[in-house]
């Protein structure tokens, strides 16, 4: 009897202790992203104060003309930012329409085994290498267009804009389709009982009803879209400019980051700190983006 008890004890005591460890362990881990975040906005805060103390913040975010690395040396950031909402564009134009279709029929009037089919096909696309897709956007889109459209440049926003689309239709795809399954199916049957079609059920009781995840998706892919990389890289080029023709060579937010983080430039230059006032840029835009999607999330979310 004893020695039950003090099994028993030992086994209570065992139990006691991983309750108090593994709870502290998993808010460690949790820590781990928290503190990750705060050291990048610290160092882009502090690397961009030492950029601004050179260069005015009024000319930084107002200027219309960026050429850093020559002479005359320019600060405007506009050009970039110009470049980076033009291939978002078009990407939403390309990727909404798609990805919201495809949510749909997977969710309204595919069968069960359809959608186990084409959703991993869908999903397919999220893993494939950004580089991949750039290369895809440069020997294979870009001559397409230029065939289509003579006046097409080599390096143009348009094919960029095109294939950055592309790649976020299965986050836009899959995550509206995650919240229509989520609607619970009374609403749909008692659309169904007042003589509704499936497809009037699907844009007028599904949609609505699933509008938060929807409009979440397409606020956080379009911000996926804002920090491509290597599309842009390859595809779009590498000319600052204010103009919204999609035909012409722009330049990014992200393609100037990798431009010069290339080493050309001294550590510590006006030119250098340049990499940290665009990717503080970049980071206020993407930081908007996951607040309004957030914000968007709560106001229309319906609970059932």
Do not use: C, H
């Not at 991983?18 to 690397?47: M, Q, R």
């Not at 007028?204 to 956080?220: C, D, E, N, R, W």
């Not at 879209?225 to 290597?230: D, I, P, Q």
Request: glycine share 6%.
């Amino acid at each position: 009897m004893a020695i039950e008890q003090k099994a028993n004890f030992k086994s209570k005591k065992k139990f006691i202790s991983s309750d108090i460890l593994i709870p502290k362990i998993l808010a460690f881990f949790a820590a781990i992203s928290i503190f990750t975040t705060i050291g990048i906005v610290l160092i882009l805060l502090y690397e961009s104060v030492g950029f601004f103390k050179q260069i005015p913040l009024w000319d930084f975010i107002t200027g219309t003309k960026w050429t850093p690395l020559f002479e005359p040396a320019l600060y405007g950031i506009l050009p970039l930012v110009s470049g980076t909402i033009l291939i978002t564009v078009i990407a939403s134009i390309i990727a909404i329409p798609i990805g919201l279709g495809s949510a749909i029929y997977l969710s309204e009037y595919a069968s069960p085994r359809v959608r186990n089919i084409i959703k991993p096909i869908l999903e397919i696309l999220a893993g494939i290498p950004t580089i991949v897709y750039g290369f895809f956007a440069l020997t294979f889109v870009t001559p397409i267009l230029q065939f289509l459209i003579p006046q097409t440049e080599i390096f143009n926003a348009l094919s960029a804009g095109i294939v950055v689309g592309i790649m976020i239709i299965p986050m836009i795809s899959s995550m509206s389709e995650d919240a229509m399954v989520a609607v619970p199916n009374t609403l749909r049957n008692g659309a169904y009982a007042l003589g509704s079609t499936k497809l009037e059920v699907a844009l007028k009781i599904v949609v609505p009803a699933a509008f938060s995840g929807i409009m979440a998706s397409f606020v956080l892919s379009l911000s996926r879209a804002v920090g491509e990389t290597m599309i842009v890289s390859l595809a779009a080029g590498n000319l600052p400019s204010m103009s919204f023709n999609p035909l012409e060579s722009v330049q990014t937010l992200t393609a100037y980051i990798v431009s010069v983080s290339s080493g050309d430039t001294r550590f510590g230059s006006v030119e250098y700190l340049t990499i940290y006032s665009v990717g503080m840029t970049l980071f206020v835009l993407t930081l908007g983006m996951n607040i309004l999607a957030s914000y968007i999330s709560r106001k229309f979310r319906e609970e059932y």
